[in-house]
């Protein structure tokens, strides 16, 4: 993932910074609690598609 792209990339809904999971290749709003996928390198920053993470996945970041 391009630290330059990582930078400037927030969340859709609230605009919060967004974490990097390299592990998982997805990108993490606290605030929202949703885990964006990344495929191919390209962030898939559509509310629609990402992944709602448990309280449990929240207080491990």
Known sequence: ?????LEI??????KSPLIYQKSAQ???C???RLAFKIA????????DEA????????EKL
């Open 1 to 5: 993932m391009d630290a330059k792209l």
């Open 9 to 14: 990339l927030v969340c859709p809904l609230c």
């Open 26 to 28: 997805e990108l993490i």
């Open 30 to 32: 606290k605030a929202d």
């Open 40 to 47: 191919d390198d390209i962030p898939v920053m559509l509310v």
């Open 51 to 58: 992944r709602t993470l448990s309280v449990d996945e929240i």
